[in-house]
């Protein structure tokens, strides 16, 4: 008898830009007002992506959220144990 696979071990952590694009438009248009203004989220996510702690191109590796999710909403900030690396 073979066990049953948990759905979540199926699903990969990568994702490609296109797939990661088409998330953050489906997502974005349902929150809007939660959203920080493209300037800002254009400046946390640079910072991001130079960042020794993301991890798969995407994810940060103290929170597990998606970069380009997590800069884009104003209830967030930089999660790194020594303090914020945004400066907004």
């Not at 049953?4 to 797939?19: G, N």
């Not at 939660?34 to 020794?52: D, G, M, Q, T």
């Not at 930089?78 to 303090?83: A, K, M, N, Q, V």
Request: aromatic share 6%; charged share 25%.
């Amino acid at each position: 008898m073979s066990r049953p696979i948990c759905k979540s071990c199926q699903q990969s952590v990568k994702m490609t830009k296109v797939e990661l694009a088409r998330m953050m438009q489906v997502q974005t248009e349902e929150i809007g007002d939660l959203l920080v203004p493209v300037e800002v989220y254009f400046k946390r996510l640079a910072v991001c992506e130079v960042c020794e702690d993301l991890q798969y191109e995407t994810t940060c590796r103290y929170n597990g959220m998606l970069v380009h999710y997590m800069t884009r909403l104003k209830n967030k900030q930089c999660p790194r144990p020594g303090g914020s690396k945004w400066l907004t």
